[in-house]
């Protein structure tokens, strides 16, 4: 029955003589284990679920009569608050000469224990009692250990914290703290201090209830790695009206188990939240829900639910939400309770009858699924990661820029949102990597986010990634890596499945995670709309590859934008072929080049190809040669070989002039 014992279970002394200890103990009880959603913090008391159930089977809630303790001495201690917003309420109250060695009563023992909560001493069994009973969190200071007053405000830079398990913590200027003139007590709303928790010598208890905003609470539990009765409760709502009773409870139950005197209750109050008032239409409810209820019982189930009608006509109701209730705000959240307590079973089952109209199409815009299917036929798997990323994967990826931090992230390593589809690809390329996927190729489709002037914006972004062998291992395949080359070759492939996009171009641009001198803008009609590359060496080897890691980003929007296709007639007259070797210095691209080929030989060069690249003994330093083959056709009649020389030569000349080309023997 207990977690730890001697030997036999001591009974006090007025245990009756020859009583069933079944009955005794009432042992013959029944566990209900609940879970709970997040948005139903009001059910984490008793008092809470026997409104909920009173509320689902039209019962009347039997509330624990709870009298005021009227004060017996003068003796009080100041509280201030500084953070208004994040603590609305707070309470103190002084009491003295409780007698430490109090036995805590046998059926508050029980309850607590069998609602997973150990003995510890009376006064903090019975703030436990108190949390249990009304879902509102409370701490006990000794009162010897505090200073003058009890301020309710934010840390300080770099102000510590002995927490009552012994861990030593570092306080951020976001955390809520309780904290006298000298030091800080106790991290409000999640756990006391070690140095001025009550212990064996306490004999003047000082009693804290407080209401504090889910919001500044929010995140701050977890971020320490701690998660207490008292943080759960805070971070999802807990009534803001509720303290001043549970004041009086603890008050009455400490003073009848340990004795003592009460002194004044101190209440210093912030900004208060407001209580939403909401009003719902009738013809609304029945629209939503497909079923006609009577104006009565819906105002009947929402009085069972505590929610007070403020006025009635034939149109809807206005009604005042309780304070208990932080999740109703809106009329479709009174709808939504009105379906529940009705029972969904109860609603008609019906067809829909909105009217379903087809999506419009057009031609000026590609359709996403043609990505996909265009990707996945390369070879490609679609992923889908979190919009939450790693802040430290992500500054080292895209170290420049400031992201977008949740006021409540899940954990620690999912706490900003994502500026780039890289750092989930990386993410899920570790994780294949890490169970012996020795060749990846995987791509993305969604948003990022992003700050700009003030305001969000998240624009879609489809990213890839390429990692190991190019074909999967056969005895066919050469067993070549990726290259660049290859992931140039899939982004334009993409790009071609919007005719009429215009131009593509690629450009060398620096990025921090990219490897410098094997990475480039992606450009079309001179807009830049896409980023590739491989991974900068650093990177590969911090996330532990021995091989390249090549990645592409683009505007999605940009992508898919395209022209309508317009029919060219075909000429009826022979294709001329011409090949073109030129030694240019090798920091011209082939893209400056090919495009100056364009621009000269105009309309009737219909197709450009680079099929050599050499560099070698036979070519001086800092030179490449460069093989172009030449395709040239004219509309209405057949090529001569003077219109094919004047062009080439024309071709030879500009290029000598602006990259001080010389043709190759």
Not at 408 to 416: E, F, K, L, Q, Y
Not at 525 to 543: D, H, K, T, V, Y
Request: aromatic share 6%; net charge negative.
């Amino acid at each position: 029955m207990a977690e730890s014992a001697d030997g036999l279970l001591e009974l006090p002394s007025d245990a009756p003589l020859g009583r069933d200890i079944r009955d005794y103990l009432q042992l013959d009880d029944v566990s209900l284990e609940l879970d709970l959603t997040p948005n139903r913090g009001d059910c984490l008391g008793m008092v809470g679920i026997a409104r909920e159930i009173a509320a689902l089977n039209g019962l009347v809630v039997n509330q624990p009569v709870i009298d005021a303790v009227p004060a017996t001495v003068s003796d009080s201690f100041p509280v201030r608050i500084e953070a208004a917003a994040q603590c609305p309420r707070y309470l103190g109250r002084v009491i003295k000469g409780v007698n430490p060695a109090a036995q805590t009563p046998l059926w508050m023992a029980e309850k607590l224990r069998r609602s997973g909560l150990r003995c510890i001493d009376a006064v903090v069994d019975v703030t436990n009692y108190v949390l249990l009973e009304l879902g509102q969190p409370m701490h006990a200071f000794d009162l010897a250990s505090l200073n003058k007053s009890v301020c309710v405000r934010p840390a300080r830079e770099d102000e510590k914290l002995v927490l009552l398990d012994g861990k030593e913590i570092t306080l951020s200027t976001d955390v809520l703290v309780i904290a006298d003139e000298d030091r800080v007590l106790a991290m409000a709303g999640v756990m006391g201090g070690l140095e001025s928790g009550v212990g064996p010598q306490t004999r003047d208890v000082f009693l804290e209830c407080a209401f504090f905003s889910p919001l500044a609470l929010a995140g701050r539990a977890r971020r320490y790695g701690l998660h207490t009765d008292a943080s759960h409760r805070y971070e999802r709502g807990v009534d803001f009206e509720i303290q001043a009773r549970a004041m009086e409870r603890a008050t009455a139950l400490l003073l009848q188990i340990a004795g003592g005197q009460a002194g004044p209750v101190m209440e210093s109050l912030g900004e208060l939240p407001q209580v939403p008032v909401v009003t719902l239409k009738f013809a609304k409810l029945a629209r939503v829900l497909g079923i006609q209820i009577a104006p009565e019982q819906v105002c009947a189930i929402l009085q069972r639910l505590g929610i007070s009608i403020l006025e009635q006509n034939e149109h809807g109701i206005t009604a005042s939400i309780p304070s208990f209730r932080f999740d109703l705000s809106l009329d479709v959240d009174l709808i939504e309770e009105i379906a529940r307590l009705h029972g969904y079973n109860n609603l008609p089952k019906t067809r829909a009858r909105s009217p379903m109209a087809l999506g419009s199409s057009t031609e000026t815009r590609s359709e996403p699924g043609r990505l996909k299917d265009r990707l996945t036929s390369l070879g490609y798997q679609e992923v889908i990661t979190y919009s939450f990323v790693d802040p430290d994967l992500q500054d080292r990826i895209i170290p420049s820029e400031s992201a977008i931090a949740l006021q409540n992230p899940i954990s620690a390593d999912m706490s900003v949102m994502r500026l780039s589809l890289w750092p989930g690809l990386l993410k899920t390329l570790i994780y294949n990597t890490n169970r012996q996927q020795e060749r990846v190729r995987i791509f993305e489709i969604g948003q990022i986010f992003l700050r700009i002037d003030g305001n969000t914006v998240q624009p879609p972004k489809i990213g890839g990634l390429i990692f190991g062998k190019v074909q999967p291992e056969l005895w066919s395949s050469d067993g070549r890596d990726c290259d660049y080359f290859d992931l140039k070759g899939d982004v334009e492939s993409i790009l071609d499945l919007s005719p009429g996009i215009g131009p593509v171009s690629f450009a060398p641009e620096m990025h921090p995670a990219l490897h410098p001198g094997q990475s480039a803008g992606i450009h079309v009609n001179g807009r830049r709309i896409g980023l590739m590359g491989a991974l900068s060496p650093q990177l590969q080897r911090e996330f532990g590859f021995n091989k390249k890691i090549y990645l592409f980003e683009l505007d999605m929007d940009s992508v898919l934008d395209s022209k309508v296709p317009r029919m060219r007639e075909l000429s009826r007259f022979p294709e001329v072929g011409r090949d073109l070797a030129v030694v240019i210095g090798v920091d011209v691209s082939s893209e400056q080049i090919a495009a100056c080929i364009r621009d000269i030989a105009g309309p009737l060069l219909v197709d450009l190809r680079i099929f050599d690249v050499y560099q070698g003994d036979a070519i001086e330093k800092n030179k490449k040669s460069i093989a172009l083959g030449l395709t040239l056709q004219h509309p209405s009649r057949t090529l001569g070989d003077e219109d094919i020389n004047g062009i080439i030569d024309s071709c030879v000349k500009e290029l000598q002039a602006k990259f001080n080309a010389k043709l190759r023997n």
